[in-house]
Each structure stands twice: as C-alpha cells, then as structure tokens.
C-alpha cells in the first residue's frame, strides 16, 4: 500500500514538473550589443513566473553578440532544455540566422529586434517567429515625416554594415524619394570599427542639411561623434536602435540634439494620460527602476517586457488545448500569439494576424530628442 501511494506521489511530482511551461532565451548580454541586450536580460527577471496556474521557467544564454553563437544556443535550447518558447535575440543578423532553427524545431519564437525581414514576407519558416520591435519602415516614416516638416531638403545616410544598415537604408531612401528629399551619401561601418573618418568626410563634402546614422547601441555612436568632431551643424537622426542611456552615455554632449523615432516607453511619463500604452509602460518602468534605479529606463529591455506580455496573453489558451513540453503545446501557443489582440505593452498595442506576426499600428511610435543628456517627448 505504501509503495502504491508512493508511487502515485512520484508520479504526480512528475507530471507537475512536465507541466512547466520552459522559455529559452538568448540575448546579447556581451559584445558591441551588449548595451542592448543586458537591460534585456534584467527584464527577464520581471517577466511572469507562474501563468494560468503553470509555473514558468526561463532558461537565459548570452550569444555575445554572434550570430552563429545565437544559433548553437537556439538549437541547444530546443533540442537539450526541450522549450516551449523561444525568445531572442537582440540583433537583426542574430535572429534572422535563428528563424530557420526555429522553424526546423517547430518553437515559435519572439524576436528582440527590429528588421521586417525577420517576419516578412511571411512564409512556413516565419510563421513560427513573432517580435516586438517596430518595423524600420514604421520607425522610417516618422523620422521622414519630421524631415519634411522641418524642410529637409537634402539628407546622407551612414548604417552598420549588416542586415541593420541595410535594411534601414532600403525602407528610408524609399520614403525618402517619394516625400522628394534628396539622398546625397550612402556609407556603411562596422560595428567594431574605431574609426569612420573616410566615410564621414566623404559625407561632409556632399553638405547634407540632415544625416541618418542607420546604427544600434553604442557604436551608433562613433559616426555621430566625428560628424560633430568635423563641425556638421545639421540636424543628426538616430533609429530606434540607440534607445538607451549607455549611447547617451558614450556620445556625451555631442548627443544634443539628437532626433529620433522610439517606442512610448523611453518616455512613459511625459505622455498623455489618454495614450493607450500610457499604463503598461509606467508599470515596466516602475518595476525595472525598482531594482536598477530610477533613470534606468531604456526602450530595449521595453521589448523583453513585451514578449513576456505577449506570453502571458497566449499561454492561457494553448494550455487548453495540450500540455507544455509536447508538439501540440508548442503549436498551440503559436496559433495563440498569432490571435494576439488588444494587448498593451511598454512599446505598443498588438493586434496580429496569420499575415502580421507583428502587429504594431501608429501608436507605437513617438519623435524623442536629447535635451541637456536626456530623453524628451518632441512636442
């Protein structure tokens, strides 16, 4: 009778434990994205532990800022820890190397970065892959739009010589052509570069009144340092990808002035009460700057909240339908993210759809720029 009970016992434990729901995430916790993804991983502290009942366990791999790196660790996190979920990476080269393991291990994935590519045009292999981001064409049409209304008429773009830069060149100069902005230099770098002199004078001598630094993290940094360095008096755009105090840290005074396209969170409380991302940015910002201090803020770690709320929001229903650990699970919470509606992150609104795996409209977007080292809501 003992043995009986006891092994009823084992057996419930057991099948408690394969009932965690299992997040693999890789990040880029070292190397030249290592501004980005280390407020990432802070995140990860804060996503949901427990959902519907089931206890969530993440499993967290730094890809130092590699790409063949991120796809050993996705492969080692669907094939080894049996996941559930993939989450990552930080870089546009680190996820869309990522997209066809997941696709392989049939795990949907949430992207931590920007480019379209990685969810369009939507195919088998994408649609497992979901992400947080907003598009470079979204963040492309406001900075075009702020051209315009500041009569811009001739503008040079310098980009990282990656999947990075060259998306974002290939959504900006379309807009750009068509709001009749003229293009007058088009220069790539290397994330690991100390110098872009070269590629800086030859922007200076077409005399731009704008340049378009089309990089991520601190090293978007260095063309922006040695255009001031030369004297430039334009106006200088940053992406998206810089949103955060280690650039504004590593640019210093030659960051002032600085316009740029971000997600609402950067600047949760200076928004309207009446926005609609208002509540869950503050409450990311609340909770982040609880355990890393006020002004700690930044709008990457904004895009693990995001994934996390996604999570919370699908798990539910694929639950209802199988158990975590099994195929049918996984697919499960891929139809579930795809149904994805109405929910408020830090970044935005999600609404998707089996054609829009991201699903951010408008109100994901504001025009920051950098006032005396800080971020400031353009009014």
């Given at each position: 009778?003992?043995?009986?009970?006891?092994?009823?016992l084992l057996s419930t434990l057991?099948?408690?434990?394969?009932?965690?729901?299992?997040?693999?995430?890789?990040?880029?916790?070292?190397?030249?994205a290592a501004s980005l993804g280390i407020p990432e991983k802070n995140t990860i502290d804060l996503l949901p532990k427990s959902i519907a009942g089931q206890k969530v366990n993440y499993i967290v791999l730094d890809d130092a800022s590699d790409t063949t790196t991120a796809v050993k660790n996705t492969r080692k996190l669907i094939s080894e820890y049996k996941v559930d979920l993939i989450i990552g990476?930080?870089?546009?080269?680190?996820?869309?190397?990522?997209?066809?393991?997941?696709?392989?291990?049939?795990?949907?994935?949430?992207?931590?970065?920007?480019?379209?590519?990685?969810?369009?045009?939507?195919?088998?292999?994408?649609?497992w892959v979901f992400k947080t981001p907003q598009n470079d064409a979204q963040m492309s049409t406001a900075i075009v739009e702020h051209m315009t209304n500041n009569n811009i008429k001739t503008v040079a773009y310098i980009g990282f010589s990656d999947a990075y830069g060259e998306g974002w060149w290939n959504e900006f100069s379309k807009l750009a052509e068509v709001r009749k902005i003229k293009l007058v230099g088009n220069e790539r770098f290397n994330r690991t570069d100390t110098?872009?002199?070269?590629?800086?004078?030859?922007?200076?001598?077409?005399?731009?009144?704008?340049?378009?630094?089309?990089?991520a993290g601190t090293p978007a940094a260095l063309p922006q340092k040695s255009?001031?360095?030369?004297?430039?008096?334009?106006?200088?755009?940053q992406t998206h990808g810089v949103a955060n105090n280690d650039f504004l840290r590593v640019c210093g005074k030659d960051c002032e002035g600085t316009v740029l396209p971000t997600g609402p969170v950067l600047v949760a409380g200076q928004l309207p009460a009446d926005n609609p991302v208002k509540k869950s940015?503050?409450?990311?910002?609340?909770?982040?700057?609880?355990?890393?201090?006020?002004?700690?803020?930044?709008?990457?770690?904004?895009?693990?909240?995001?994934?996390?709320?996604?999570l919370a929001n699908a798990a539910p229903a694929a639950l209802k339908k199988a158990q975590p650990g099994s195929r049918e699970f996984r697919l499960?919470?891929?139809?579930?993210?795809e149904?994805?509606?109405?929910?408020?992150?830090?970044?935005?609104?999600?609404?998707?759809?089996?054609?829009?795996?991201?699903?951010?409209?408008?109100?994901a977007r504001v025009m920051v720029t950098v006032q005396e080292g800080a971020w400031r809501l353009a009014r």
């Open positions: 009778m003992k043995k009986t009970l006891l092994a009823t057991a099948v408690g434990a394969l009932a965690d729901i299992n997040v693999g995430v890789t990040l880029s916790a070292t190397g030249p990476s930080t870089t546009t080269p680190n996820s869309l190397a990522m997209v066809d393991v997941a696709a392989e291990g049939e795990t949907p994935m949430i992207a931590m970065a920007a480019s379209a590519r990685i969810v369009e045009p939507m195919d088998e292999k994408r649609r110098t872009v002199t070269g590629q800086i004078l030859k922007i200076l001598s077409a005399k731009p009144d704008a340049v378009l630094i089309g990089g255009l001031k360095e030369k004297g430039f008096k334009g106006t200088i755009y940015a503050v409450e990311y910002q609340s909770k982040y700057e609880a355990v890393h201090g006020k002004g700690s803020i930044n709008a990457f770690g904004g895009y693990a909240w995001d994934a996390g709320q996604l499960a919470l891929r139809d579930a993210l149904g994805t509606k109405n929910v408020a992150g830090a970044h935005g609104v999600y609404n998707m759809s089996a054609t829009d795996h991201l699903g951010l409209d408008q109100r």
